[in-house]
Each structure stands twice: as C-alpha cells, then as structure tokens.
C-alpha cells in the first residue's frame, strides 16, 4: 500500500471485544493512563502526523479499546472511520520587495514567505496597517481588498482573543491580497521562521484561494512601519486606540510565492454508546489524537515530537472514562466519542465534523473537549475553559467537581485558550463545548509547559510527568458524563 497506510485494514476493523474488564465506578489510576501514553507516545509511532503509518496504528488504537469499551462504530457508515480530506503544503520559494512612494526599495531584512494554498502573487499593491487585524466583534473592518494588510501577530487585548491564523483568514475573506505579519520585539526569528515555511494543512473542502503570508523580523516590522509613515513604538497603542480600523503606509509590495501540493485523507476515529433511552442526546468526549510527527531536520538527535502530554494524555482520560462508562450503568443518553485528526494544523478535524457531524448538532447537550491534561498534581482545584459562555453549565460542573472532592477554580483566565482548541469547532456552530479540569488552574505551571516541552521532542512520557492529576480528570469526566447524560439530573436546557 502507498499513500492510503493500511487504511482498507482499518477499515474491516473487526468488532470483537478485547477481554474486557468491569470496572464500573472502580478510579483511573495513573498506571491505567501510562499505559496507553506510553504506546501513543512511543518513537514506533513517529510523532502521530495525519497520512503517515503512525495515524495507522494509533487509529487502531483507539478503535479496539473503544470496541472492547462497549462501543460501537459512529461515523455515518457505521465504521470507526470518518474520512477528512485533507490538502497539505510545502514551501517551495518565495519573495517579497517593498517600494516606498518615491520609488525607492525598503531594506527588509530578515523575511519568511509562503503561500498556503499553492501560489499568491500581489503586484504593486498598497501597504495598509490594519492593527490586529479584526475589532471587538472579530470583524474585518479596514478596507483590505486587494492590498497587502500589515497585521500585528499579538492578539487583540481583552476576552476571548483571536488567534493568529483566525485573523488572517478573515483578512484573507476580506480580499487581502497579502497579509505581513509584524512580531513583538525580541523575536526568535530564526526559530520561528522554520516552523512558518513548514508544511502546512487545510481541509480540502476549503482550499482554494488565499493570499500570500509573509512574516518579518521585529526589526524589519519596524523598518517596514517607519518607511510607510507610522512609528513602530506607537503601532500597538494606535491598534488598540477605540474607533482604530487602518492606516495606509505610503508603501507598495510585490509578493509571490509558490508551494507544492499534497491531497489525501486522513480520519477521525468515532466510536458510540447507546444510551437507555432513544432520542434523548448525546453527549460527546472530544480529543485529537494527533501530533506533530518528524520536527526536527533529518540527522538530529531527537527528530519525534512524541506528544505525550500533547495529546497522548486526553486520549489516554478518553479511553479509559469509555471503559469505565461502558461497565456501568448505561446513561440515558448516548455517549459519543470523537477522536480528531490535524488539530495541531487548525483544529482540522474537528471544523470536518462539526461540517459533517455523525450526530445531528442540535442532538448534543454537551460536548467535553479534553486536551493536555498531564499538568497538574492531584487535588488541584477544577477550571474551565468556557466558563460563562454557557448559561447554567458550569453549575453542573461544580457540583460534580465537589461531590469529588475537588475544590473549584471559578475564575475565567482558561478562557484566553477558548479558541485553540477542538471545542472552539463546536462553538462556533452553537453547541455547548468545554473543558474542564486542573491543566487550566494552575496558569504557571501550564505556562511552564508551553514554553517548554510543548511541540518539542521533550514532550515524552517520563517518571516527572505528573499523571496523579490527569486520573483525577478521569474520574471527573468518568462523572461529568453520567451527570449530563441524566434527563432526571441534567434535563435538557
């Protein structure tokens, strides 16, 4: 088999259970958790990137021990399987020269451009500095079209900020015709730029056109703003200054640039529990498989980002909550679970499902995202990601938290990752998603980890992992899901 990695296999999965245990409403213990990171997570499986042998095994993975939970298939054809074509690029050349209103060419150095859909060419084109990119609302306000718009990577200040890649791809809808992106001072430019002209994904049913995105220096960001009339000291205070939409720079660009293409399918494993009473909902256990596979150039000493933490660890909470769900009573509603490809290339996966979902949307009371949860100790108090964005659900959430014991984090700094994960594809379409649990109360300690082991080869399951608190999410989510698939405890909102 060629580019398809045994997935005609996969797909004649055979049902028959594993020897299954009945656990009932026995505790996840942290030895339960490492066995399943330790073999998501293991070199053998190179990192877990979508359409390589590793998505393969893992798929299988999955499947078996959801199969041996109880479960059934749950993806349209009654497989395990839901197909997500995907489109992937790598950059082959690119180049970007600035002319200042007298002609004169402006010295950028230090650049990185890439297009993320196999060619971009603006000629000539005005320079506009459009701030953040987005207002309040996350609304393109600035006229765009067919210009080169000048973005700061920083985030809008306040709730809920956009993300990088969100705000581009509103300029983008905008009718930018290249979008240059201006980062902080202190800049790695280096470090970044390789991760930049990386390969990167879309959905096939969403490729298509799409600008050229450039990335500079922090020092050529300055330079680029200061020939076009605006003071680099000032660009954030006049992005963030009320009534701001855009001010042209006295610049014009020329940008081109060229990738190759590669179409194949990847999959979303889906697995279902049949709750006692039909047509009552569901609620839904969401996590991304995936990793970020080879990251390091051929010859390194460590090229795998394993993603133990990233996100072996939600898939591990995942797999045994089913286990555990399907031994016990039977809720009344169904208990779904997604396990979703290409989340670290834009939440993929899961924008797929929730375009495609297997479940009517309107059918989920709840959908439980779980993501990096190998942070925290044992005993930390329960946050939430989404908290005050669904009214009455995080009351659930508390009263299940404290009846185990947990003390409550009832503040909403998880709210600032509300869009980086594969939740965000849910709520954007109006369904309740969440995550709860202890990665989010500690923001030290999950800043630690970002700044860290995250997307590197030291996202490795060893003895320091604290898995103590990622078991006690277990058996909160093991919780969660018995509460919200009660009609008595939880009718529907």
């Not at 399943?36 to 893992?58: K, N, Q, V, Y």
């Not at 002319?99 to 084109?125: H, N």
């Not at 190759?260 to 990847?266: A, E, F, G, L, N």
Request: hydrophobic share 45%; with cysteine.
């Amino acid at each position: 088999m060629k580019t398809i990695y045994a997935f005609a296999a996969i797909a004649a999965f055979t049902t028959a259970p594993l020897a299954a245990q009945t656990l009932g409403n026995a505790p996840v213990t942290e030895a339960d958790l490492r066995g399943h990171i330790a073999w998501l997570a293991d070199d053998a499986r190179e990192g877990r990137f979508p359409g390589t042998p590793g998505e393969t095994a893992t798929a299988h993975y999955i499947a078996r021990h959801l199969s041996a939970a109880g479960f059934v298939g749950g993806a349209a054809d009654g497989s395990w399987y839901q197909p997500v074509p995907l489109v992937e690029y790598y950059n082959s050349h690119g180049r970007m020269s600035v002319r200042d209103a007298e002609g004169r060419a402006v010295a950028l150095p230090e650049l990185a451009v890439r297009s993320p859909v196999g060619r971009g060419i603006a000629s000539g084109a005005q320079m506009v500095f459009v701030g953040h990119g987005v207002d309040a609302a996350g609304q393109v306000v600035a006229d765009v079209r067919g210009k080169v718009a000048v973005m700061l990577s920083a985030p809008r200040p306040g709730e809920n900020p956009m993300s990088g890649a969100d705000r581009r791809a509103a300029l983008a809808r905008a009718g930018a015709a290249a979008i240059v992106i201006l980062p902080p001072a202190n800049f790695p430019f280096e470090a970044f730029s390789r991760q930049f002209l990386g390969r990167t994904m879309q959905l096939a049913a969403r490729a298509g056109t799409a600008p050229a995105e450039v990335l500079v220096s922090a020092d050529g960001g300055a330079a680029l703003l200061r020939a076009g009339g605006v003071d680099p000291e000032r660009a954030s205070e006049m992005a963030a200054a009320e009534g701001f939409t855009a001010a042209p720079l006295a610049l014009t660009a020329d940008v081109e640039a060229e990738t190759y293409v590669r179409r194949y399918t990847s999959y979303n494993v889906v697995g279902r529990l049949p709750g006692r009473v039909a047509e009552s909902g569901a609620v839904m256990l969401m996590g991304h498989w995936d990793h970020t596979g080879l990251c390091r150039p051929e010859g390194a000493e460590d090229r795998i980002c394993n993603g133990a933490v990233d996100n072996a660890s939600g898939i591990a909470v995942i797999l045994e909550a089913a286990e555990r769900l399907g031994a016990g009573d039977r809720p009344d509603r169904d208990i779904i679970v997604i396990a979703t490809t290409a989340e670290e290339q834009g939440l993929l996966g899961a924008y797929h499902w929730a375009d495609h979902p297997t479940v009517p949307l309107d059918r989920i009371v709840v959908n439980l995202n779980i993501d990096t949860v190998a942070i925290a100790p044992r005993g930390t108090p329960v946050a939430m990601v989404g908290r005050g964005t669904v009214p009455g659900l995080e009351a659930g959430v508390d009263s299940v938290a404290r009846s185990l014991g947990r003390a409550v984090d009832s503040d909403e700094e998880g709210n600032a990752f509300i869009r980086r994960q594969d939740g965000w594809a849910l709520t954007a379409k109006g369904v309740a998603s969440i995550m709860a649990g202890g990665s989010f109360s500690d923001m030290a300690l999950l800043n630690a980890f970002l700044s860290g082991p995250y997307h590197a080869p030291d996202d490795e399951l060893t003895d320091a992992v604290p898995l103590g608190g990622a078991a006690d999410d277990a058996d909160l989510h093991v919780a969660l899901a018995r509460h919200f698939g009660s009609r008595a405890i939880y009718p529907r909102p």
